[in-house]
């Protein structure tokens, strides 16, 4: 597993724990809603450096594109 690939299963598991927690939906409705969002592409992105941030921006911008 690379670095990258490391950080952003980090960030999509604190993302996930968050989601449920804040919406109470299931772990399974958090990863959907997660991988089908704007912003895992956008972490996913080597490009946009997102990765490199900490999971607390990531899920600030995921909550933005939910609600």
């Known amino acids: 597993m ?3 690939q490391h950080l952003v299963r980090m960030i999509v598991s604190e993302m996930t724990i968050s989601l449920m927690r804040d919406k109470n939906i299931t772990i399974q409705q958090a990863l959907k809603t997660i991988y089908h969002s704007k912003i895992f592409q956008a ?3 080597e490009r946009t450096g997102l990765y ?3 999971p607390l ?6 909550k933005r594109e939910i609600n």
């Open 2 to 4: 690379t670095t990258k």
């Open 43 to 45: 972490i996913d992105d």
């Open 52 to 54: 490199t941030q900490s």
């Open 57 to 62: 921006l990531a899920y600030s911008y995921l």
